[in-house]
């Protein structure tokens, strides 16, 4: 018995590093404007997850603004460097999956008028993602949370659920997102998904960007990391 709820963690684990070495690698050879070669995904930390920071709970989850941390106060780090720091807690980046959430990440973005925020949201558009007739087309189904690998609704209507659609109506080329606007001004993917504080004067929205560029984050408890390092560290509080 303990056998397989170990083999399911390890397997688990397994899997995370696997897609992330799958976006690590696309993060490589597709932005060659930021390449930073040897990048990994980071493990947690046991003690860091024991003493992560609890800014405010929802639904039984940790969060914190790293604007609101001693240590990340001023910090603005690239999409995988901000999950590395949340790994490291037993966290990720934020997955957004309802609307109550999404209000919760917009009022904190407001409240501190923060210009912007990383997500984990992550475009699948690298090795693995090839050939999956149900991710296309890539940019209405091909988005997913790279935190917990759950499926995003498409970006072209509202998800169901929701009174609204947290995309954008605007951006760069001045349409609705994800509009992929770098990749003709540099060649650069917009892969990632950051909340902007209305930097086209649309208020706070969803935007598609391409995941080198430098921001503050959300990092949200990721079960996974936690029920790993619970298991491989007894009696340790989390
Ligand atoms: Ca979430
Ligand atoms: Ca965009």
């Not at 056998?3 to 070495?21: E, M, P």
């Not at 930390?45 to 609890?54: A, E, F």
């Not at 390092?229 to 007894?234: G, I, K, M, R």
Request: net charge neutral; glycine share 6%.
């Amino acid at each position: 018995m303990t056998g397989t709820v170990t083999f399911g963690l390890f397997a688990a684990l397994a899997l995370t590093v696997t897609s992330c070495l799958a976006a690590v690698s696309e993060v490589k050879t597709n932005n060659p404007v930021t390449q930073k070669p040897g990048r990994f995904l980071s493990l947690p930390v046991p003690q860091k997850c024991s003493q992560r920071p609890k800014e405010f709970n929802y639904k039984g989850r940790n969060y914190f603004f790293s604007g609101h941390t001693q240590q990340y106060k001023t910090s603005k780090v690239d999409w995988l460097e901000a999950r590395n720091i949340c790994r490291e807690y037993c966290m990720d980046l934020v997955s957004i999956e309802t609307q109550e959430e999404n209000n919760l990440i917009f009022r904190l973005i407001q409240q501190n008028d923060a210009p912007y925020i990383w997500t984990s949201g992550r475009l699948c558009d690298f090795k693995g993602c090839e050939n999956r007739s149900d991710l296309e087309p890539k940019s209405v189904n091909g988005w997913f949370w790279s935190a917990t690998r759950g499926k995003l609704p498409a970006t072209n209507q509202t998800p169901a659920g929701w009174t609204y659609s947290p995309w954008s109506k605007t951006g760069h080329k001045k349409t609705p997102q994800p509009d992929n606007a770098e990749s003709d001004i540099n060649g650069t993917q917009e892969s990632c998904l950051s909340v902007l504080n209305n930097v086209y004067g649309d208020g706070i929205a969803w935007h598609d960007i391409g995941c080198y560029h430098e921001k503050p984050f959300v990092c949200e408890d990721s079960d996974e990391l936690l029920n790993y390092v619970a298991a491989t560290n007894p009696g340790l509080q989390l």
